[in-house]
């Protein structure tokens, strides 16, 4: 090629990585349901090991080799590839839950004695690993809430008597379920301010609201971005699965860990996630699509009292100037407030005829859940409240059907409050 053309995400989500010319000119990557790999002969088999153990550096064009699917397996290998293209990271390691991204990434970057960051609310499972095994092991942790000062915040890690010790920020942002903003870069700066020559501070974010599509969080800094690809990444609700993607330094750390704990995810994981991660970007724009319109409907109906949704962020607020440098779409997820209380909501849930009563998000069907007595009932009720989850507050994951049939749905259940 005369000159360079570089390809976006969305049109090497069906072959990059894959070599038909390997699998018998197979179009799709096989599903490679092997334990093990075979080698050629002794010498490759040392030849592999040495690369696998980092007992030398390799030769050039020379990639690690097949070993044992533990370690690595071809659906893994083209999955990750290709999940790193929408971070322009330069790797990617995909594992058997969004859970196990995360713990493992706190495992291998936190030792007992070490601070952690972290925003609120984080995802329920993330909080309860932060607050039960972390403590238990002698992880310190302090929370913080979107729009904190950070002034406030550097007060916290200055007499917490711990500021030498802080390893790790950890933040999800937009926060589930009202959609507030946390700014990456100035997580960076408060990392960057407590990090010298003995200790490396973290960023790290759970990207599983606006990833990979709207919002890259390495570009602004971050060390790491998670995601449950569980939600938009598998986007068919049939698979639980979950990545970490970051640079070559961090990941190599990350791929050793998963190793010896043993949660990569599984080659017909791997090659859901293939089949799903071709349409993601033609789900998402249509998710998105559709979340607008139903915002719109939300924001005028009567039986309504508040919409949480990124298009409504005020314009020259702070909030504002961080929507508009870190994301790119107002994405698919809502929430919103009905006139009355818990017994309005769960009438208007129940109501329901084509929307799903299910927890879980980024699927391409439309769900709804109670975040009060559901997927956040078990935050402290005054915490809750703070953070605006009333029992009035219902969460809306947007999927791909038509909006006008979404909207009608909306429209006959509120009819009934
Ligand atoms: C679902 C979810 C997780 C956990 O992912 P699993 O795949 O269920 O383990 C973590 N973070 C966020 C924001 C989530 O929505």
């Given at each position: 090629m005369s000159e360079q053309h570089k390809m976006r995400p969305e049109s090497l989500m069906?072959?990059?990585?894959?070599?038909?010319a390997l699998s018998e000119g197979a179009i799709k990557s096989p599903i490679?349901?092997?334990s093990t790999f075979v080698f050629k002969n002794a010498e490759e088999g040392k030849a592999f090991f040495e690369l696998a153990y980092g007992l030398r550096e390799p030769n050039e064009n020379e990639e690690p080799g097949l070993i044992y699917s533990r370690i690595n397996n071809p659906d893994l290998e083209i999955l990750e590839n290709r999940l790193s293209l929408w971070d322009e990271a330069d790797d990617c390691a995909v594992f058997e839950s969004g859970m196990s991204a995360i713990t493992t990434v706190m495992l291998e970057f936190l030792a007992p004695g070490d601070l952690l960051l972290f925003s609120t609310p984080l995802y329920g499972g993330t909080e309860h690993f932060i607050h039960d095994y972390l403590k238990k092991i002698g992880v310190h942790s302090i929370a913080f809430k979107p729009g904190q000062e950070w002034s406030e915040l550097e007060g916290m890690i200055e007499n917490s008597g711990l500021k030498d010790k802080l390893r790790m920020i950890f933040i999800e942002t937009p926060a589930n379920p009202t959609n507030s903003l946390i700014d990456i870069e100035q997580c960076k700066r408060l990392a960057n301010q407590y990090t010298n020559d003995n200790n490396r501070v973290y960023v790290a974010v759970d990207?599983?609201?606006?990833?990979?599509?709207?919002?890259?969080p390495l570009k602004h800094g971050a060390d790491f971005s998670l995601y449950s690809a569980t939600k938009y990444i598998g986007g068919h609700s049939d698979v639980i699965a979950g990545a970490c993607c970051g640079n070559a330094e961090v990941m190599k750390r990350v791929k050793t860990l998963r190793t010896f704990l043993g949660n990569m995810a599984a080659p017909h994981t791997g090659w859901l996630l293939m089949r799903s991660l071709e349409t993601l970007k033609v789900r998402m724009e249509q998710q998105a699509l559709n979340a607008e319109k139903v915002a719109n409907f939300l924001a005028r109906?009567?039986?309504?009292?508040k919409v949480y949704y990124?298009?409504?962020?005020?314009?020259?607020?702070k909030e504002y100037e961080t929507f508009k440098r870190q994301y790119t779409s107002n994405g698919a997820m809502l929430a919103f407030d009905v006139v009355g209380g818990e017994k309005e909501a769960f009438k208007f849930m129940n109501a329901l005829k084509l929307i799903k009563l299910a927890v879980s998000l980024g699927g391409t069907e439309s769900l709804v859940e109670h975040p009060a007595t559901m997927t956040h009932a078990g935050v402290p009720v005054d915490d809750r409240l703070e953070m605006g989850i009333t029992p009035k507050l219902v969460r809306l994951s947007v999927g791909v059907e038509n909006y006008n049939d979404i909207i009608w749905d909306i429209q006959q259940a509120l009819e009934q409050l």
């Open positions: 069906m072959s990059y990585g894959y070599k038909p490679f349901m092997t990207n599983t609201y606006m990833g990979p599509l709207w919002q890259q109906h009567a039986k309504v009292e990124l298009g409504y962020i005020k314009l020259g607020t």
